[in-house]
């Protein structure tokens, strides 16, 4: 069973960094891509960052060049790291499992994602 789990939120200042953990287990990284989407509450789901079943990453222009997506094979877990929060960033941020990349707003999903819990991240001014 493909399973994935969030971790890592809280509260930070704006111009920290923030360090996100996705633990995965049922599946290697190379059969699957796996994305980070965000939800801050009243708007729609933003694919953030993607490591794709080729270990190539894409980013969202709004954490291009702040966010950096890494993976750890052996521990299974991938992570996001973000850089110069800004008080924008504060969402719910949760991974998932995804037929394709996608980095940008409003994003509908698929019958096929799969996701795991998210976790909160507060960035404040």
């Known amino acids: 069973e493909v399973q994935l789990q969030a971790s890592g939120g809280g509260l930070v200042q704006a111009g920290e960094s923030l360090r996100l953990s996705c633990a995965v287990s049922?599946?290697?990284?190379?059969?699957?891509?796996i994305e980070w989407f965000r939800q801050a509450p009243g708007k729609e789901r933003e694919g953030a960052a993607c490591?794709?079943?080729?270990?190539?990453?894409y980013y969202s222009d709004s954490v291009k060049g702040r966010a950096t997506v890494s993976l750890d094979n052996v521990k299974n877990i991938l992570y996001l790291q973000m850089n110069s929060l800004k008080p924008e960033d504060t969402a719910v941020y949760y991974c998932?499992?995804?037929?394709?990349?996608?980095?940008?707003?409003?994003?509908?999903?698929?019958?096929?994602?799969?996701w795991g819990q998210g976790t909160q991240v507060t960035v404040s001014s």
């Open positions: 049922g599946f290697t990284f190379d059969e699957y891509n």
């Open positions: 998932a499992a995804v037929p394709l990349c996608y980095t940008g707003s409003n994003y509908q999903g698929t019958l096929l994602d799969v």
């Open positions: 490591l794709n079943g080729l270990g190539n990453t």
